[in-house]
C-alpha cells in the first residue's frame, strides 16, 4: 500500500515537473485528486471485507492518505509562490 501511495505522489511530481512555473494551483489541484483517488480505493477494499479491524484500518489509511495529500499540495503550493515571489524580489532590488 505503501509503495501504492508513493508511486502516486511520484506521479503527481512528474506531472508538476512537465507543468512548469505559474501553474502550482492546477498541480497542488492534481495532487489532491489524486490522493482522493487513492483514499476512495481505500475506502471501497473496507466497504467490501467482512473483517472489522482490517475495514477499519482501511479507513484508517484512507485518512492518512488524503491528509498528505493536503499537505504535499500545500508545500508544491507554497513552494512555487515562494520561488515566483523569489523572482520578483530580484527584479526589484536590479532596477
Known sequence: MKILVKAAAAAGLLTLA???GGADDRAAENIEANA???AENF??????T???QAA???EDKAEAVREQGDEKA???DATDNAASNGSVQSNVSGM
Do not use: F, P, R, T
Not at 475506502?43 to 467490501?48: L, T, V
Open 43 to 48: 475506502e471501497a477494499a473496507a466497504e467490501n
Open 36 to 38: 482522493e483517488n487513492i
Open 56 to 58: 477499519e484500518a482501511l
Open 18 to 20: 512537465a507543468c512548469g
Open 74 to 76: 500545500d508545500a508544491v
Open 50 to 52: 467482512s473483517n472489522d
